[in-house]
């Protein structure tokens, strides 16, 4: 939709880092392992905070480094799938700590794909000129980990990003397309947070240990290998576009072999997949929105260029969403 624009951009991470070598003390594994299978040399992990804090924070800045109130937000959504509570969300605490009574607000839980779900949510809110809002992914995944299991523990990390949204009819910003999928028949592939049934009536004999990252990397590789190119393909094409016409790709930063073989798959150059998960690792929901920031404000991206936002994950879901920013 044409007048849609990412106004401001933001982000925060713990002050704790975790390079590959720490987690040597808790699990067999060491940085070369983790570096030639992952990308990731290290991860920003909380010792305190909790996802809405992170969030409040982002939220924070973004009104910061604008002239906007908090008073001016139409709506708050944050994409997460680790939140403080199951209620109440850890939007309407964000909303309530920074004061925007008017704004509504809600969670939005797609994994991996959150950020972008949440784009495309925010695309529909924003039907009416002069409409305001905030989108922020944000994650305590380090809650969901087993830090015993070399095949989970190594990948995820901490942080939070967003972006504030607006309905300007005088901008040349655009959302120009997007393509969702869910393949829900491989849910199990990806699993954490389980929550199990637990009252004088019931009972749940199944393993607490499902509350961790549970994955099938494999499966998962597999996935996303195949589908996100083929996500970002039709979404370029809904656009009126040729692949070759997006200036950057922003993916998801679950892995870099994965974003080497996106890559390969488009038959683009690697130069157009900007990249951080080297420094934050798999920061599901929260892994979008905190590249963005960092290439907006490294002035890497420019106004006008066309950008393909793409995420992908537990569920299992994809999500691409083309702009002109």
């Known amino acids: 939709m044409t007048g849609i624009q990412i106004v401001q951009s933001a982000s925060t991470v713990p002050e704790r880092v975790v390079p590959n070598d720490e987690l040597n003390a808790y699990m067999d594994t060491s940085d070369e392992w983790i570096s030639t299978r992952t990308g990731i040399k290290q991860r920003h992990v909380s010792t305190g905070q909790t996802t809405s804090d992170l969030c409040t924070q982002v939220a924070q800045k973004l009104l910061d480094q604008t002239d906007w109130q ?8 944050v994409a997460t799938m680790s939140p403080d ?24 839980n797609a ?7 949440g784009l495309k949510v925010a695309e529909g809110l924003l039907q009416t000129p002069g409409t305001r809002g905030m989108l922020i992914g944000g ?6 980990i087993d830090w015993h299991e070399r095949s989970t523990a190594v990948l995820f990390g901490d942080g939070a990003a967003g972006v504030l949204l607006a309905n300007d009819k005088q901008t040349e910003s655009a959302f120009l397309a997007s393509d969702l999928q869910t393949i829900g028949d491989l849910g199990d592939k990806l699993t954490a947070g389980y929550q199990p049934v637990n009252s004088v009536f019931a009972s749940d004999s199944t393993d607490p240990h499902q509350r961790y990252f549970e994955m099938d990397g494999r499966a998962v590789y597999k ?7 083929e996500s970002i393909q039709r ?3 809904k656009a009126g576009l040729l692949v070759q016409d997006v200036d950057y790709f922003i993916l998801h930063q679950a892995n870099q072999r994965i974003l080497d073989q996106i890559a390969k798959r488009l038959d683009q150059p690697s130069t157009k997949f900007l990249t951080n998960v080297a420094d934050y690792g798999n920061t599901s929901a929260a892994s979008v929105p905190i590249l ?16 393909a936002l793409s995420g ?6 994809v999500g691409t969403q083309i702009i002109k920013y």
């Open 70 to 77: 908090a008073s001016d937000l139409d709506f708050i959504i």
């Open 85 to 108: 509570y199951m209620t109440p969300a850890t939007a309407a605490i964000v909303q309530g700590r920074i004061g925007a009574k008017k704004a509504f607000a809600f969670d939005l």
């Open 111 to 117: 994994a991996c794909s959150g950020f972008i779900y």
């Open 139 to 144: 994650e305590v995944l380090s809650k969901l």
């Open 223 to 229: 996935f996303a290998t195949h589908q996100v190119p």
């Open 235 to 237: 979404a370029v094409t």
């Open 292 to 307: 963005l920031n960092e290439v907006i404000q490294n002035d890497t991206i420019q106004r006008g260029q066309i950008i």
């Open 312 to 317: 992908f994950g537990g569920g299992l879901t």
